[in-house]
C-alpha cells in the first residue's frame, strides 16, 4: 500500500508530465533533457547554471561561397571552393524540396516557435526509453544555429566544442535560435538552412548537392530526388553515396523512411510514396571540379589564381587572399580570348605531341593594354606522370606557379638592337664581323654595378664556322649574326642594354636578378613566354609598356565590382620602337625566318636558339597582338638537348627557333588574327634612322653570301678589313671601352646562347 504524500513515480515520468504540461517550468525540463544530452559527464546541475532563456544575437559569417573565373566573353572557365556551395533563394528550390525536408526534419516548423515542444517531448520519451539518442527533437531553426557555429568554427576546439553533447551548448543553441526567430521569416530561416547544410559527397547546399547527385538545378528535383537529399541531411557521412554500394544502400533506405513519412503527414498520398519508392536511388556522381587543374585553360587559370595570391588588393595576407579566392564568392573576369587560345593550342598540337618529352609554350598579349588573350602548352597540366602530365605553369614564370624557364636565346638580341638606335646608331651602322668574337681586353663589358665582367680568353662563335663580313643594325639582325652582336653590345654598353630590357619588362623566370655577363645579348637568363611577349608588346605599342594583364572585373558575393585597368607607360621613344619593329620586319623576307614566311600583315620578330641546342623561341608582334613560343625539355635543357630529336612525330638534327617555334607562331598569330583589322607599323623617320651616320664609310663591294656569318644564313654584305677599326673610331664617347673579368664563364647558365 502507497504511503500517504509521497510520490513514487519515476524521475523519467516525472520530466515527462513537466514537459507534457507545456509550462514554463516544462520549457525548462525540456532544455535540459534535449536529446542530445545523454552520456557520461552531463548533469542537470551543469546544465541549470547556464540556464537564461533570453535571446541572444547570432554572429552569422557570410557562407563559404565558390569563386567563379569567366572569359573574356563571360564563360565560366574554371572556379575554386573552399566549401562546395552555391547559395540560391528559397523559390529556386522546388517545392517539393522543401516539403521533404520539413516532414522529416520538422514537420511543425511553420507552427512552433524556435523549440518545438511536442516534437521535443516525443522525442525525449523516446530516447529515455530506450536508453539512448534515436531521435532527434531540434528544430530546423535550431539545427541552423549549429551550422553556423560549425561553419564559423576556425580551429578543431572550436569545430569540438560547436557539437559537444553538453547542456550549456543545448541552452546556448536555444538562446540563438530565439533571436533568429526574432530576425527572420520561417522562409527566410528555411531557405539559409537549405544553403548552409551539408548534404554528403562534398555538397554543401541544396544547389550543389542537387547538381552532384543528379545533374540538375535544386528548382528541377523531383519527388524521389527530395526525398534522398531531405534524408542525406541526417547522417551525410553515413549516406554518402560517393563512398561507396554500402552507403548508397543506406541512402536508399533513408529515402523510403523520408518518402514514408511525407505518405504519413499527408504532404504526399502512399501511392505517391509507392512510386517514388519503386524507382532506384538514381545517383549520377557528377563531378564537381575545383582548381585549375579541371580547368579548360589551366595555364591561364594558374597565372590567375597566383595574381589573386599575389595582390594585396584582395587581403593583407596570403592567407587572407587565399581564403577569399577560395570561399568569398567572387565571380572573376579575365582577358582570355577562346578563339585566340584555340588557335594557340591547335598550332601547338600540329607541330609538337603531348607525349614529347620537349614542350612548346606560348603566350599572346595586346600591345598597349597588357592583356593576356592565350596561354597554352604542349603538354596537359596535371600530376599524372605515366600520362606525361605537368604539375606547373610552362607559359609563366615562377611567381605565376611556373618553373625555372629556358634560356632566351638570339630572341635577346632585340634588347641591344633597340639600345643601339636609342643610342643614335642608323640602320646602316655596322662594322665587320668575323667567325668568332674575343673580349678585346678584360674591361671590355661592365655590368650595371660599374664591376669588369667577360672572358677575353672565350670565342663566341656563329654557327657556322668561316668567316664573316660587314654586319649592319639591318643585316647583322635579319641573319642573327652572334659576333655582331657581341661587338655591338661592347659598344653600346652592357649595362645600357640592361637597363633597357628592364624597362621593357624583362626579368627572369625565378626572380633572381639578370645575369649581367658578356653574353647578355645572346640571351643567357632563363625566362618564360609570358614575359618575352610583353617584352616585345613594347615595340608593337610604339615604346608603351603595360604590365601583364589577367582580370579585368571583380564582382563580390554582395555585386559590388572593382575593376582593373591596364597599368601603362611609355619606357621607349616612339621613332625608336619604330626603327626596332622596321629591322625585325625583314626577318621575314630576308632574314632567319624566309623559309617559313610571314603572316600576311604587318609583323616583325626574332628568332632564337640557344647555345648547344638547348631551347628554340620566336617572339614577334604586330600592332594589334604580341606573341612569344619557347621549346626546351623540362627534365633539364642542358642534359635533354634539342639534337637528334624526334617532335610531333618528325625527327630533327638540330632545332631552330625557325624549326618549330617559328612555325607555331605563325600558324596561331594568322588564325587568331583572323576577322581582326590588320594595323600597320608606324612609319619610320627615315632622316633619324635610314642610312647611316656621318661618319659611315662607304659600303663595300658585295661578296656572295655563302650563308656562314650568321646562325641561321643571314644576308653577307662583305668584308672590308680598311674598316676593321671604324666603330672603334666613330664612337669615342667611352659607351665601349669598359673591360673586365667573368671568372664564372663555362658555368653551364652563363654560356652564350646562339640562333
Not at 528548382?219 to 561507396?244: E, M, Y
Not at 613566354?529 to 616585345?536: D, E, I, K, L, R
Not at 609598356?545 to 554582395?558: F, G, I, S
Amino acid at each position: 500500500m502507497q504511503a500517504q504524500g509521497k510520490d513514487r513515480s519515476s524521475p523519467i515520468l516525472n520530466v515527462i508530465k513537466l514537459i507534457a504540461a507545456g509550462s514554463a517550468a516544462g520549457v525548462l525540463a525540456a532544455a535540459v533533457a534535449l536529446p542530445a544530452v545523454g552520456g557520461a559527464g552531463v548533469s542537470a546541475k551543469s546544465g541549470m547554471e547556464m540556464l537564461d532563456l533570453k535571446p541572444e544575437d547570432l554572429a552569422e559569417p557570410p557562407l563559404s561561397e565558390r569563386t567563379v573565373l569567366l572569359d573574356a566573353n563571360g564563360d565560366q572557365i574554371a572556379q575554386f571552393y573552399f566549401e562546395n556551395r552555391q547559395s540560391v533563394t528559397l523559390d529556386k528550390v522546388a517545392p517539393i524540396m522543401q516539403k521533404a525536408l520539413i516532414a522529416i526534419e520538422d514537420f511543425r516548423f511553420y507552427q512552433h516557435g524556435p523549440i518545438d515542444i511536442e516534437g521535443t517531448t516525443r522525442a525525449l520519451i523516446k530516447n529515455l526509453t530506450t536508453g539512448g539518442v534515436t531521435q532527434g527533437g531540434s528544430s530546423i531553426t535550431q539545427q541552423y544555429v549549429k551550422q553556423v557555429l560549425v561553419n564559423s568554427a576556425e580551429t578543431p576546439e572550436e569545430q569540438a566544442a560547436a557539437i559537444a553533447p553538453t547542456i550549456s551548448r543545448k541552452l546556448a543553441e536555444l538562446r540563438y535560435a530565439m533571436a533568429i526567430e526574432k530576425k527572420y521569416t520561417k522562409d527566410q530561416i528555411l531557405e539559409r538552412y537549405l544553403n548552409i547544410a551539408y548534404f554528403g559527397a562534398g555538397a554543401h547546399g541544396i544547389q550543389a548537392a542537387a547538381k552532384r547527385f543528379f545533374d540538375k538545378p535544386a528548382s528541377k528535383l523531383t519527388l524521389a530526388q527530395a526525398a534522398t537529399l531531405a534524408g542525406a541531411v541526417q547522417n551525410p557521412a553515413r549516406t554518402d553515396p560517393n563512398v561507396g554500394p554500402k552507403s548508397r544502400a543506406l541512402l536508399l533506405e533513408r529515402r523510403n523512411v523520408v518518402l514514408d513519412r511525407m505518405a504519413e503527414i499527408g504532404t504526399i498520398t502512399k501511392a505517391e510514396a509507392a512510386d517514388a519508392k519503386a524507382k532506384k536511388l538514381g545517383w549520377k556522381d557528377v563531378p564537381f571540379p575545383g582548381g585549375c587543374e579541371e580547368s579548360e585553360y589551366p595555364y591561364f587559370c594558374l597565372y590567375v589564381q597566383n595574381e589573386i595570391l599575389l595582390n594585396a588588393d584582395f587581403g593583407k595576407t596570403a592567407k587572407d587572399r587565399l581564403k577569399l579566392l577560395q570561399r568569398g564568392g567572387l565571380t572573376i573576369k579575365t582577358t582570355i580570348d577562346p578563339k585566340m587560345q584555340k588557335a594557340s593550342e591547335k598550332a601547338i598540337k600540329k607541330y609538337v605531341s603531348p607525349k614529347d618529352k620537349p614542350v612548346a609554350a606560348q603566350a599572346m598579349i595586346v600591345p598597349g593594354t597588357g592583356e593576356i588573350k592565350a596561354m597554352a602548352a604542349s603538354r596537359k597540366y596535371g600530376n599524372n606522370k605515366k600520362k606525361n602530365e605537368i604539375s606547373y605553369n610552362l607559359v609563366a614564370d615562377m611567381a605565376h606557379g611556373g618553373g625555372p624557364g629556358f634560356q632566351q636565346g638570339s630572341t635577346a638580341k632585340a634588347y641591344t638592337l633597340a639600345t643601339a638606335l636609342e643610342e643614335g646608331l642608323k640602320f646602316n651602322d655596322g662594322f665587320p664581323s668575323p667567325a668568332g668574337y674575343t673580349a678585346s681586353g678584360y674591361s671590355a663589358f661592365k655590368n650595371c654595378k660599374g664591376k669588369n665582367v667577360g672572358d677575353p680568353s672565350h670565342e663566341v662563335r656563329n654557327s657556322s664556322e668561316g668567316g664573316g663580313g660587314f654586319k649592319t643594325l639591318q643585316t647583322g639582325t635579319w641573319g642573327s649574326v652572334n659576333t655582331f652582336f657581341m661587338r655591338l653590345e661592347q659598344e653600346v654598353g652592357l649595362c645600357k642594354v640592361v637597363k633597357l630590357s628592364k624597362r621593357l619588362g624583362l626579368k627572369r623566370a625565378d626572380g633572381d636578378d639578370l645575369r649581367e655577363f658578356e653574353t647578355f645579348t645572346l640571351g643567357i637568363n632563363e625566362v618564360d613566354p609570358v614575359t618575352v611577349a610583353n617584352s616585345y608588346a613594347v615595340f608593337g605599342a610604339r615604346g608603351k609598356y603595360c604590365q601583364p594583364l589577367a582580370v579585368t572585373e571583380v564582382k563580390d558575393r554582395y555585386g559590388e565590382v572593382m575593376r582593373f585597368k591596364p597599368k601603362c607607360s611609355q619606357v621607349m621613344d616612339e621613332e625608336v620602337a619604330d626603327a626596332v619593329s622596321a629591322v625585325l620586319e625583314g626577318v621575314f623576307t630576308k632574314g632567319t625566318m624566309t623559309g617559313v614566311g610571314g603572316i600576311g600583315r604587318d609583323a616583325a620578330g626574332k628568332t632564337g636558339t640557344t647555345d648547344g641546342y638547348t631551347a628554340a623561341w620566336f617572339a614577334g608582334y604586330t600592332p594589334n597582338l604580341a606573341s612569344a613560343v619557347s621549346l626546351g625539355d623540362p627534365r633539364g635543357a642542358f642534359a635533354h638537348d634539342l639534337v637528334g630529336v624526334t617532335i610531333g612525330g618528325q625527327y630533327y638534327g638540330y632545332v631552330y627557333g625557325a624549326s618549330i617555334s617559328g612555325p607555331i607562331w605563325k600558324d596561331s598569330m594568322m588564325a587568331a588574327l583572323k576577322g581582326v583589322e590588320a594595323a600597320k607599323f608606324h612609319p619610320v623617320d627615315q632622316s633619324r634612322f635610314g642610312g647611316c651616320t656621318d661618319e659611315c664609310a662607304p659600303k663595300p663591294k658585295k661578296k656572295k653570301d655563302k650563308g656562314d656569318d650568321g646562325d641561321e644564313g643571314g644576308p653577307d654584305v662583305g668584308d672590308p678589313s680598311d674598316l676593321a677599326d671604324w666603330f672603334d673610331d666613330r664612337r669615342g664617347d667611352g659607351n665601349g671601352d669598359d673591360r673586365g673579368q667573368n671568372g664564372d664563364w663555362g658555368d653551364n647558365p652563363l654560356l652564350p646562347a646562339r640562333d
